[in-house]
């Protein structure tokens, strides 16, 4: 069965210092991964796909098949990074669903 | 935002009683789904939907039902409300490229 592990609840880090949340996963089909942020009681918007391998708003992601990882990365940290991080895994066939793991509260602080 | 809505915002209900949510999208988008969101859990797949009547379960679907008669709304209803079910419901769409987008969601309280 799919899986995705987001090992930290909650990451702190100081405004300019380099960032990066962990998510890994557990698939036996080729994987589609996404990662998607959720400020304050908003609703969750699209932040990455890994197919796409786009920068958006100074974050990267890289997929490594090996590592069965998909870490999010981001050299310099701004206070309006501070958000909810969600990892999710795309499981294509019936219905393109997808498991979503726990989530990582991004504290940027001062 | 997609052209994803959702009614109510807010609801506060008591326990036994029916409630329905609906999702309503505007670009005619085949697939929707519902999710809940709570604390420890991040986001659980409750049903989904690949088309007008035809509806699948997710990984948390007991004590939900679905329904979508047409392609814009696709209803979420708790037949029976149980205070296991207070979360922040949210509807999502699929775009033609394969990724999900999400409504603003729903805060349900069950007291």
């Known amino acids: 069965a799919q899986r995705v592990t987001q090992p930290e609840k909650l990451l702190s880090v100081f405004k300019g210092a380099p960032v990066e949340l962990k998510c890994n996963y557990s698939?036996?089909?080729?994987?589609?991964l996404f990662w998607y942020v959720q400020y304050s009681r908003q609703r969750l918007q699209l932040l990455l796909r890994h197919i796409s391998r786009e920068s958006i708003k100074g974050f990267t992601a890289d997929l490594n098949k090996g590592e069965t990882s998909f870490h999010l990365k981001k050299p310099f940290a701004q206070e309006e990074d501070s958000a909810m991080y969600y990892c999710a895994l795309l499981t294509t066939g019936g219905g393109n669903k997808l498991t979503f793991g726990t989530g990582t509260q991004l504290k940027v602080e001062l | 935002d997609a052209g994803i809505t959702q009614s109510p915002r807010h609801k506060v209900t008591e326990t036994g009683t029916p409630v329905t949510l609906r999702c309503h999208q505007t670009?005619?988008?085949?697939?929707m789904y519902w999710y809940r969101q709570d604390p420890g859990h991040g986001l659980r797949l409750i049903h989904y939907s690949y088309g007008v009547k035809d509806t699948d379960k997710g990984e948390v679907s007991d004590g939900y039902s679905v329904s979508r008669s047409k392609t814009e709304d696709f209803l979420l209803t708790l037949e029976s409300a149980t205070s296991s079910q207070t979360s922040v419901y949210f509807c999502?769409?699929?775009?033609?490229?394969?990724?999900?987008?999400f409504g603003p969601g729903t805060r349900l309280t069950v007291t």
């Open positions: 670009e005619n988008h085949r697939y």
């Open positions: 698939y036996s089909g080729s994987p589609e």
């Open positions: 999502a769409i699929r775009s033609s490229r394969g990724e999900q987008y």
